[in-house]
């Protein structure tokens, strides 16, 4: 069985409708075609950030983005700090 993909529209315009609360979660669940749960989850997504909810699939938000930005960058400064170290040693045996 194939599992259902949905666009980021989908989800916030279904999000928003939940919000609206005028039909149960239960009714427009089925007028979508959806499960229940799962529209909790997009309207609990949307409440959290609306304007980052729902980036896509391989997409991160704007702060989780940063984070692995920062520690690419850390992880080359320790690398370059580590070969630092080692031409240290290396110059401080040749100068004994």
């Known amino acids: 069985m194939e599992r259902k993909t949905y666009t980021r529209e989908f989800k916030r315009e ?3 409708l939940a919000e609206e609360g005028e039909r149960s979660m239960n009714e427009l ?3 979508l075609g959806v499960h229940p749960n799962t529209l909790y989850k997009w309207r609990q997504a949307y409440r959290a950030d609306s304007e980052n909810a729902f980036p896509g699939q391989g997409n991160l938000k704007p702060a989780e983005e940063e984070v692995r930005r920062l ?4 992880a080359r400064v ?3 700090r580590d070969i630092l170290k080692k031409a240290v040693a290396f110059f401080a045996r040749e100068n004994k």
Request: aromatic share 0%.
């Open 78 to 80: 320790k690398e370059e």
């Open 14 to 16: 279904a999000a928003q």
């Open 71 to 74: 520690r690419r960058e850390l």
């Open 29 to 31: 669940a089925h007028e």
